[in-house]
């Protein structure tokens, strides 16, 4: 049997109602673009561009549910407080789901594994911090790396 491949459009249709689905798979191929990442309130995302795509088998018992997001999304630097970006290559299989729920919002889960796939320190790679504010930094350090090191 062929999947079924299902294009979400950036109308804002996200959420895919379960009991409309046939039995078998279907695949959903999206964008979260920057519009989307940073309109989640409370969220430490300032834009990106991020391909997404869910794999949902849908059986007579359950269904079961993978998930992959591919591209890169502006964050803080907690460094410079500067915005960098920060690429995303996740991919999460079996996601774990209420089996007696109707619907699935995938652009959400989505946005979920993004944000736990983040690293937990975000900083510029050596030199792309903002040099004034490397500079500042610098002139406040305690210690500088020429001191021995104490065994």
Not at 91 to 109: C, F, G, V
Request: aromatic content about 4%.
């Amino acid at each position: 049997m062929q999947p079924v491949l299902c294009t979400m459009e950036h109308t804002g249709e996200q959420i895919v109602e379960l009991e409309k689905l046939e039995l078998g798979l279907h695949e959903f191929d999206f964008q979260l673009d920057s519009e989307y990442l940073s309109s989640v309130e409370k969220s430490e995302l300032l834009g990106g561009n991020i391909h997404a795509t869910a794999q949902l088998q849908l059986g007579k018992n359950g269904f079961n549910l993978d998930m992959q997001v591919k591209g890169s999304v502006e964050i803080t630097c907690d460094r410079c407080l500067e915005a960098m970006t920060q690429p995303i290559d996740a991919s999460e299989q079996d996601i774990d789901i209420e089996q007696n729920a109707k619907t699935l919002d995938l652009k959400w889960l989505a946005y979920e594994m993004i944000v736990i796939n983040l690293p937990l320190v975000h900083c510029h790679q050596p030199g792309g911090c903002n040099p004034q504010m490397d500079a500042l930094l610098q002139s406040h350090l305690c210690c500088t790396e020429e001191e021995p090191e104490i065994l």
